[in-house]
């Protein structure tokens, strides 16, 4: 099912008693994030909400933030039209099965198939509504002299000291110890500047001042390598970031898809409907015409890398500050009656659990064309998404077990992975109480343990050094 617009998305939650809407003013600093995480730590997720009257250093913003959107079972499959997204995840795994049909009613139901992937293909448009009001920003020169020095974590006084007009809008600060606020659910779109290649990744945004933000790419990521081929080139990197539309679109900037595979191709097979894309005012890039706001602008490679953090993160810690480029913002375009999109991380479960799973569960058929074996696999909140992982496989010869963990552990956003478990088909991924009992009962610890080292998630801060770790399966 397409959303034309985020704002429809939340109407349907509200049809579906999935929404709270919370009319008395709400601070953007820490006070909205109090409140998300009382929800989102409820059972099943608790509810979405709709902050009519957000405010910005104590005026209210004309746009309302919805959040914790996605943060259940419940809304994650409506997010797809769907009753479940297990029933989303088995189309797609008929369709990574299909085979020449063999009668007549094969043939109709690959037909129907087909159509769907007709439907994928992106579209180039005109205009759209996210074009509804413009702003163009006069682009200052490259800075060439140092930044900044980050605020001081150890001294919450020196913290967000200056408060952020970049489109007034309605920006979280989550956690008391962060460097600023915070964009959180941003879909940043970058191009490969030699085979025009196209990404849209999720990567946090922090805001410096009304022109200029941090661009917290981490070097594993698309849009890194893409800035190093700029940088090789001694050229400026366009980016645009946009926010809300379809929520399809930031489920699929955060799915673990097959390197060089689009996006978009991901949000409109979703979704039923092809996604019509604009160009940006001031690049080349092309974004979602039914976005809620694009923030255009552009990366310069000749400029000195700035400190971005400290930022309260998903494994219940702050992620220090660390260099990394900084974004300029050449243009802001945004629908009259544009919604805000925000979520909070921090310690699971989160709203951040629900979207992972529902990517574990759509992206199973494609582990299971690498490795038949497979049955199943389960991130469990309390992994915090890259530290553990269950699968249960039907084992059929020695080192089976061994094979399934370092091919994981050699795929895509798996490779971050510090714990995997495999277990015996029988045995259900998706009870921790279950999995642990049969682990702690059947191994072994020195005859059925693999230690080995590999690339970690720079988030990790139990690692000695930076982007790399140790592994256990």
């Not at 007034?168 to 290649?197: A, Q, Y």
């Not at 015996?424 to 279950?434: I, K, L, P, W």
């Not at 009992?437 to 988030?459: C, E, I, M, Y």
Request: charged share 25%.
């Amino acid at each position: 099912m397409a959303f034309e617009s985020f704002r429809d998305f939340i109407e349907q939650l509200d049809r579906a008693g999935e929404l709270i809407r919370i009319t008395q003013p709400l601070a953007t600093e820490l006070e909205i994030t109090e409140l998300a995480d009382r929800e989102m730590k409820k059972p099943s997720g608790g509810k979405a909400l709709l902050i009519e009257k957000p405010t910005v250093n104590g005026v209210v913003s004309p746009f309302p933030v919805a959040i914790n959107t996605l943060g259940s079972h419940k809304r994650m499959a409506m997010s797809m039209g769907a009753d479940s997204v297990d029933a989303v995840a088995a189309e797609l795994g008929s369709l990574m099965k299909a085979k020449p049909p063999t009668g007549f009613r094969e043939t109709i139901k690959l037909l129907s198939t087909a159509m769907d992937l007709r439907h994928a293909k992106p579209k180039l448009v005109k205009s759209g509504p996210c074009k509804e009001v413009v702003h163009l920003v006069e682009s200052p020169k490259s800075k060439v002299d140092s930044w900044p020095k980050a605020p001081d974590w150890q001294n919450p006084s020196t913290i967000n000291s200056q408060p952020s007009t970049l489109l007034n809008l309605p920006i979280l600060k989550c956690w008391p110890l962060d460097g600023g606020r915070f964009i959180t659910l941003p879909c940043v779109v970058t191009k490969d500047p030699d085979t025009g290649e196209r990404n849209v990744g999720m990567y946090r945004i922090q805001i410096y001042d009304d022109r200029t933000t941090g661009m917290h790419w981490q070097l594993q990521k698309v849009a890194a390598r893409h800035g190093r081929r700029y940088y090789e080139k001694g050229e400026r990197m366009p980016v645009a970031i946009f926010l809300g539309g379809d929520p399809m679109f930031p489920f699929a900037a955060t799915a673990p898809l097959p390197d060089g595979l689009d996006e978009f191709l991901l949000a409109g097979y979703l979704r039923k409907k092809s996604v019509e894309l604009v160009k940006c005012e001031t690049n080349d890039l092309e974004v979602p015409a039914n976005s809620d706001f694009v923030i255009e602008g552009y990366v310069d490679p000749i400029e000195p890398l700035r400190d971005e953090g400290p930022f309260g993160d998903h494994t219940g810690y702050y992620t220090l500050p660390e260099p990394y480029p900084v974004f300029h913002v050449t243009a802001i375009t945004h629908r009259k009656d544009a919604v805000y999109p925000a979520t909070i991380v921090g310690i699971p479960p989160m709203e951040d659990f629900y979207i992972g799973g529902a990517s574990v569960k759509l992206f199973l058929p494609i582990f299971k064309m690498n490795f038949p074996e497979i049955v199943d696999i389960a991130l469990p909140a309390e992994g915090v998404f890259h530290n553990l992982v269950f699968v249960s496989i039907k084992k059929t010869y020695p080192m089976q077990a061994y094979k399934i963990m370092h091919g994981l552990w050699g795929m895509g956003q798996m490779m971050f992975s510090k714990y995997i478990v495999v277990v015996d088909a029988g045995v259900n991924v998706h009870n921790t109480s279950e999995v642990l009992f049969h682990l702690t009962a059947n191994t072994d610890p020195q005859r059925d343990s693999l230690f080995t080292k590999g690339p970690s998630d720079v988030l990790d801060h139990a690692t000695s050094e930076i982007a790399m770790g140790s592994k256990l399966g």
